[in-house]
């Protein structure tokens, strides 16, 4: 049973760059979150994503971007890369279902450094 | 951006020791939830908690459920080696799947 795989682990990228993450939920799961985590921080909602629609969204600029693909595969673009920009994004999965008790369930990261 | 409160912020403890780490929130949650983070990998699930006063159990592991809706506690008996890492406190409002995550608890533990 594959869990959620994020690619890709690495990425270096300079001030003004676009970069685009991705990510593979769960088995069986259908709903995607992204999440922004800084160094020594807790991780910070980005968006979520089911349906291929922007269902709900963290307090992020607009250029913070995502799609969601029918195979509920998604990603997160990021345009006109700033400094602070640079962290662990993580995508966490889960099933949307009618039953609230859906805990989410995380991916190991991309790591994305800005020089 | 909205964090939990989390205590404390780091511990440094003997290999066979019990630990206690807690979490409080200035609004309700609905659901709460205790993950592990080692370095370079993303958070682990250790209990999700669904209830006001609930107490669950994995393995060394405890958590509660705060009565108030405000607040979350997790024990780990008997410490080992392995249990070194951050560990973070989650919940989510009422309608909605947005995690809000703590500040972190970086347990280190000794032989």
């Known amino acids: 049973d594959a869990g959620v795989t994020q690619s890709p682990t690495h990425l270096i990228k300079t001030r003004g760059q676009q970069v685009t993450l991705r990510c593979s939920p769960k088995s069986g799961h259908d709903t995607v979150s992204w999440y922004q985590q800084a160094l020594g921080q807790g991780p910070q909602f980005i968006f979520q994503y089911y349906e291929e629609e922007e269902r709900q969204r963290g307090n992020f600029p607009d250029r913070f971007s995502g799609h969601q693909f029918p195979n509920y595969s998604s990603e997160l673009n990021v345009n006109a890369l700033l400094l602070g920009d640079s962290a662990l994004y993580l995508c966490?999965?889960?099933?949307?279902?009618?039953?609230?008790?859906?805990?989410?369930?995380f991916g190991d990261g991309t790591r994305l450094s800005i020089l | 951006g909205q964090q939990l409160n989390q205590s404390p912020q780091s511990m440094f403890i003997q290999e066979g020791e019990d630990v206690s780490m807690n979490c409080t929130s200035s609004s309700i949650f609905n659901t709460w939830l205790w993950y592990k983070q080692d370095p370079g990998e993303g958070p682990v699930l250790l209990i999700a908690?669904?209830?006001?006063?609930e107490l669950t159990s994995n393995g060394r592991l405890t958590a509660q459920f705060g009565i108030t809706r405000k607040d979350s506690f997790l024990n780990i008996s008997a410490s080992i080696p392995s249990d070194v890492g951050i560990y973070f406190c989650a919940g989510t409002s009422y309608n909605t799947d947005k995690l809000i995550f703590g500040t972190g608890t970086r347990l280190q533990v000794f032989p």
């Open positions: 908690l669904y209830k006001a006063g």
């Open positions: 966490a999965s889960s099933w949307w279902g009618t039953d609230d008790n859906q805990p989410q369930h």
